[in-house]
């Protein structure tokens, strides 16, 4: 789950950098959920995890929007720090080719769930239309990505 404004600059190409406080070996299809809308908006491709990231490399880097860069520089620390308050321990997935569905597609969010949730799991997507539809979230729907 991503919050606003972060998933729209995804959508729109303007961030290809997502910031976690942890790494992930996960690579392909991800589809992406606006926290608290309960719907999968979007997807894209986790092309790579790298990190951590220093303060410095985050406010220079054209891989995240003018806003989350300018919301970093004005904290004056990476966002995932270690207890110590200055070590970062903030990592970017790498994310490309992003698609904006033209109808979102509900799903049920797993208890227990946190950061990736099995779509394909019985009663996940709370309906899927006809395979002969053409609809773009449909079509994701029915194949098995993983959920951010």
């Known amino acids: 789950m991503i919050r606003e ?5 995804i959508l729109m190409g303007r961030k290809t950098w997502e910031l976690r406080g942890t790494s992930t070996k996960i690579r392909g299809r991800l589809a992406l959920i ?3 809308s309960g719907l999968i908006i979007g997807e894209c491709d986790l092309k790579d995890s790298i990190g951590p990231i220093d303060f410095d490399t985050l406010i220079e880097t054209g891989a995240l929007s003018c806003e989350e860069r300018d ?3 004005h904290k004056g620390h990476a966002p995932y720090v270690a207890a110590d308050g200055v070590t970062s321990k903030t990592f970017a997935w790498v994310v490309s080719n ?7 597609v509900a799903y049920n969010h797993p208890s227990g769930a946190i950061t990736f949730v099995d779509l394909t799991k019985r009663g996940v997507i709370q309906c899927i239309e006809a395979s002969s539809s053409t609809s773009r979230g449909s079509q994701a ?3 098995q990505l993983q959920l951010l």
């Open 141 to 143: 729907a029915s194949r």
């Open 5 to 9: 404004p972060w998933i729209s600059q």
């Open 71 to 73: 919301e970093i520089e």
């Open 34 to 36: 606006r926290s608290g």
């Open 98 to 104: 992003p698609i904006l569905y033209s109808q979102p």
